[in-house]
């Protein structure tokens, strides 16, 4: 068992090999080997123990394995490369000795170094005193890190570790007997970029633009399976998932602040020019980190009325009140899907012709002559560092009267009339601040020469934004049998005053 500092071993088969041999020197015969080159033998994490209580404790499974071992008898001796590169924390230490000292049979602990050597009814105080050297030592090594880490961080350098998605990690080492000139950043070329702070133009032109189509309303999913489909990958390789995606847009970096230990360091001014504005950046988190946000399960939507087509028997015309019934599409051939009821298989209907009708109003809103009072007010002038801070303050209040509800300081009725006041304001703050940091993507298509055609060069995603904003879908019964599309059992109630444009409504 043998744990860096950082859980990576440099070599870790010569070591391996060390041991072996030092087994064979013991005359021991090796019955498994356990090694987890990932974890620290320092590093606390909060843990569950047996008893149920949570504790900082080191998160080290694979010692408690070997200790499992050793107690059930499997096993009745534990070989280590050396006292030092296994234990740094004193709990573990003393755990192992309580299994030398209390096992029902014999326990011997070998180190390749001699540095460690444990049996029943032995002295181990030696053994005490070397861990707690090693466990300081680790101390101070954290603390030089740590403060070496904010000191980069203030200066604006980049403190090494994996390439950030946005930018390159500068020139690559030159190695010996080679020309500088031959060795460049295979991203800018040359010589003169600076790691962690160059930035790469079009990875960031894909957070800028998750960013504000974020906040315009395109979920996660649906911006991640257009990125599977691009040409930009991730950092690593990996397909993009919506939990990557998320990690990017949360970083600060992405609106031009310096961060040491999760937090941003204020008045410290980044190296590159801020990817988003800092507001920008800020209502993201804000979307993102929303306790009350939801996020449904499964793969992105891939038809434009998933989800958002109504099935007009679960939720009939003139239905006001409780959350509607949609459609999902089912089918194999191009030709052959169909939406359907998503509760019931009582109502499908042919999904080219449901979308094309669909389609044709929302041209028909968006070449409107005055298709321009579509688009949204002009953003207000709002003090938005008030603003996130009234919101934080309400969701404190409201956080702290659940728990007076709990101890009995107020009703139930109390909480949920304070909690309904609490979440309308805060959605009056989100638009709001939303308000100032997105443009209306209706914009792009609404002041295009050719709006058709803009409209056809849209995402999916970005046209179910559209449909979603500009009209309420609901498929009816069909009243009679046989073939075709009968478009009367299509109502498509405008969210307009233009009227339904020509399209034929529903009995």
Not at 226 to 246: K, N, Y
Not at 360 to 382: F, G, I, K, M, Q
């Given at each position: 068992?043998?744990?860096?500092?950082?859980?990576?071993?440099?070599?870790?088969?010569?070591?391996?090999?060390?041991?072996r041999?030092r087994a064979?020197r013991?005359?021991w015969?090796?019955?498994?080997?356990?090694?987890n080159p990932?974890l620290?033998a320092?590093?606390?994490?909060?843990?569950?123990l047996?008893?149920g209580r949570?504790e900082?404790r080191?998160?080290?499974?694979d010692?408690r394995?070997a200790?499992?071992?050793?107690w059930a008898?499997r096993a009745?001796a534990?070989?280590?490369?050396d006292l030092?590169?296994a234990?740094?924390d004193p709990?573990?230490?003393?755990?192992l000795i309580?299994?030398v000292e209390?096992?029902?049979h014999s326990v011997v602990?070998?180190?390749?170094?001699?540095s460690l050597h444990?049996e029943k009814?032995?002295d181990n105080?030696d053994?005490?005193?070397?861990?707690l050297v090693?466990?300081?030592?680790?101390?101070?090594t954290a603390?030089?890190?740590?403060?070496?880490?904010?000191?980069q961080?203030?200066?604006?350098?980049?403190?090494?570790g994996?390439?950030?998605f946005?930018?390159c990690?500068?020139?690559?080492e030159?190695p010996?007997?080679t020309?500088?000139?031959?060795?460049?950043?295979?991203?800018?070329?040359?010589?003169d970029?600076?790691s962690?702070?160059?930035?790469?133009?079009?990875?960031?032109?894909v957070?800028e633009?998750?960013?504000?189509?974020?906040?315009q309303?395109?979920?996660?999913r649906s911006l991640a399976?257009?990125?599977r489909?691009?040409v930009?990958?991730?950092?690593t390789g990996?397909?993009?998932?919506a939990?990557?995606?998320?990690?990017?847009l949360?970083?600060?970096?992405?609106?031009?602040?310096?961060v040491?230990?999760?937090?941003?360091?204020?008045g410290?001014t980044?190296?590159w020019e801020?990817?988003v504005?800092?507001?920008v950046f800020f209502?993201?988190r804000?979307l993102?980190t929303?306790?009350d946000r939801?996020?449904g399960?499964?793969?992105?939507?891939r038809w434009?009325?998933?989800?958002i087509y109504r099935?007009g028997?679960?939720?009939?015309l003139?239905?006001?009140?409780?959350?509607?019934?949609?459609c999902?599409v089912?089918g194999?051939?191009?030709?052959?899907r169909r939406?359907r009821c998503?509760d019931k298989?009582?109502?499908t209907?042919?999904?080219?012709?449901?979308d094309n009708a669909?389609?044709?109003?929302v041209?028909?809103a968006?070449t409107?002559p005055?298709?321009y009072e579509?688009?949204?007010?002009p953003?207000?002038?709002?003090?938005?560092?008030?603003?996130?801070a009234e919101?934080?303050?309400?969701?404190n209040?409201?956080?702290l009267?659940a728990e007076?509800e709990?101890?009995?300081l107020?009703?139930?009725?109390q909480?949920?009339a304070?909690?309904?006041?609490g979440n309308?304001?805060?959605a009056e703050?989100?638009?709001l601040?939303?308000?100032t940091?997105t443009?209306d993507?209706l914009a792009?298509?609404i002041n295009?020469?050719?709006p058709?055609a803009?409209?056809d060069?849209?995402?999916?995603a970005d046209?179910r934004?559209?449909?979603?904003?500009?009209?309420?879908v609901?498929?009816?019964?069909?009243?009679?049998k046989g073939?075709?599309?009968?478009?009367t059992?299509?109502d498509?109630?405008?969210?307009?005053g233009?009227g339904?444009?020509g399209?034929p409504a529903a009995a």
């Amino acid at each position: 068992m043998d744990l860096t500092d950082e859980g990576i071993p440099a070599s870790l088969e010569d070591q391996i090999q060390r041991m072996r041999e030092r087994a064979d020197r013991l005359g021991w015969d090796v019955w498994k080997v356990i090694m987890n080159p990932r974890l620290s033998a320092y590093k606390r994490r909060k843990i569950t123990l047996p008893d149920g209580r949570r504790e900082y404790r080191v998160f080290r499974p694979d010692l408690r394995e070997a200790m499992a071992d050793l107690w059930a008898s499997r096993a009745n001796a534990l070989l280590c490369l050396d006292l030092d590169r296994a234990f740094r924390d004193p709990q573990d230490l003393r755990d192992l000795i309580d299994v030398v000292e209390h096992a029902p049979h014999s326990v011997v602990v070998e180190s390749c170094t001699d540095s460690l050597h444990m049996e029943k009814g032995k002295d181990n105080f030696d053994a005490e005193i070397r861990v707690l050297v090693a466990n300081k030592s680790s101390r101070d090594t954290a603390r030089r890190v740590s403060m070496a880490r904010e000191r980069q961080a203030r200066n604006g350098q980049f403190g090494g570790g994996r390439r950030p998605f946005g930018f390159c990690l500068g020139a690559p080492e030159v190695p010996s007997g080679t020309m500088p000139d031959e060795i460049v950043c295979p991203w800018h070329g040359g010589r003169d970029c600076r790691s962690g702070i160059s930035t790469i133009d079009f990875e960031t032109d894909v957070i800028e633009d998750c960013s504000h189509r974020l906040l315009q309303g395109v979920s996660l999913r649906s911006l991640a399976a257009e990125l599977r489909e691009g040409v930009v990958p991730t950092v690593t390789g990996a397909p993009w998932s919506a939990e990557t995606l998320r990690d990017i847009l949360l970083r600060p970096r992405n609106g031009g602040f310096m961060v040491h230990k999760g937090e941003i360091l204020e008045g410290v001014t980044a190296p590159w020019e801020p990817i988003v504005k800092p507001e920008v950046f800020f209502a993201v988190r804000e979307l993102l980190t929303d306790p009350d946000r939801r996020s449904g399960p499964g793969a992105a939507p891939r038809w434009h009325g998933s989800g958002i087509y109504r099935c007009g028997i679960c939720t009939p015309l003139g239905t006001v009140t409780g959350k509607p019934t949609t459609c999902e599409v089912t089918g194999g051939s191009q030709r052959q899907r169909r939406y359907r009821c998503k509760d019931k298989n009582h109502l499908t209907r042919n999904a080219a012709h449901v979308d094309n009708a669909v389609f044709a109003h929302v041209l028909y809103a968006l070449t409107h002559p005055r298709a321009y009072e579509l688009l949204s007010a002009p953003a207000p002038d709002v003090d938005a560092d008030g603003l996130r801070a009234e919101r934080k303050a309400i969701r404190n209040r409201l956080d702290l009267m659940a728990e007076d509800e709990v101890l009995g300081l107020k009703t139930r009725a109390q909480v949920i009339a304070a909690t309904k006041k609490g979440n309308a304001r805060i959605a009056e703050i989100d638009e709001l601040l939303n308000a100032t940091v997105t443009s209306d993507p209706l914009a792009a298509v609404i002041n295009a020469p050719d709006p058709v055609a803009a409209w056809d060069a849209l995402e999916l995603a970005d046209q179910r934004l559209f449909i979603d904003r500009l009209c309420t879908v609901t498929i009816l019964p069909s009243g009679r049998k046989g073939r075709g599309f009968d478009p009367t059992t299509l109502d498509i109630a405008p969210k307009h005053g233009f009227g339904r444009g020509g399209l034929p409504a529903a009995a």
